[in-house]
């Protein structure tokens, strides 16, 4: 398998192959998608993508909940994209328990460890050890632009 460089966005699938991650400029297509969860239930719409303050590297997809209920986010690289249609594997409900702010609000170091928590990211692995090294206050995540 040929290696990647630390800057390309890769994840493992299941049965350890890479798959590249898609680019800012794919995933801000997404926008007013909607995205389905198990069950073929459907999670929300995308409202955005939020990048790191600092690369400017993707880090969350942003999820409308409903007219009322405001966003949440999960990790960028959770979301599948395929036929048109894009999927993450949660249940409804655990996505609306999760965290939730404005999709223009940028997100404070804070923000994204309760996020992190909530999605099982563990403390000192992935976007959790990026970011803990920060002050709690500190913007960490900024919406894309597009």
């Not at 630390?6 to 590249?20: D, E, I, N, V």
């Not at 990790?75 to 999760?98: N, Q, S, T």
Request: glycine share 10%; charged share 25%; with cysteine.
């Amino acid at each position: 398998m040929a290696e990647t460089s630390p800057k390309s966005a890769a994840t493992k699938t299941a049965a350890g192959a890479r798959r590249a991650l898609p680019s800012l400029d794919e995933a801000l297509g997404w926008d007013g998608m909607q995205i389905d969860g198990l069950g073929n239930k459907t999670l929300g719409r995308i409202a955005g993508i939020h990048v790191d303050a600092e690369d400017g590297e993707p880090r969350w997809a942003l999820i409308r909940l409903g007219p009322l209920a405001g966003c949440t986010a999960i990790p960028f690289e959770h979301v599948a994209e395929g036929a048109g249609r894009l999927w993450a594997a949660y249940e409804r409900d655990w996505i609306k328990e999760a965290p939730r702010f404005r999709a223009n609000e940028s997100l404070t170091s804070l923000q994204e460890l309760e996020l992190c928590a909530h999605w099982g990211i563990r403390e000192g692995q992935g976007r959790a050890a990026e970011v803990a090294k920060q002050d709690a206050d500190e913007i960490t995540a900024v919406p894309a632009e597009g």
